[in-house]
């Protein structure tokens, strides 16, 4: 619900994934996200392509990771956010922290704090 309650808001959301799966395509169907990146080894790179795609500027961007390989990523996003189950060097890096897990509602209540402000 989330997702959904955020490109009704207007919000561009894309999916970056290191992994190459079947999965990630239905995932991403599921919740109508197109902009979408599969087996992506240099995440910056492919929020950089987000960006320029959208024509967003970086610090207007939120990244949302959970492990070591979204770090690069994070760090070129205007804000950064991660589950409370990432790893600890990626809780030591972010500005958010859900109180929920990866997969149980961390998604959404980054979503809702950012619909509030």
Known sequence: ?????????GIAVALISGEDSP?????????????VW????QK????????E???FDLSAICFMGDDVNDLEAMRIAG???????????VLES???ISTCPGGN?????LIDKILAK
């Open 38 to 41: 599969k087996g992506s080894k």
């Open 1 to 9: 619900m989330g997702i959904s309650l955020a490109l009704k808001a």
């Open 53 to 55: 795609r959208r024509g």
């Open 23 to 35: 999965l990630i395509d239905r995932y991403a169907a599921k919740m109508r996200i197109t902009d």
């Open 105 to 109: 509602g961390a998604v959404r209540e």
């Open 94 to 96: 972010v500005s958010f």
């Open 44 to 51: 910056a790179r492919a929020l950089e392509e987000f960006a």
């Open 79 to 89: 804000m950064s956010a991660a589950p409370c189950n990432a790893r600890p060097a």
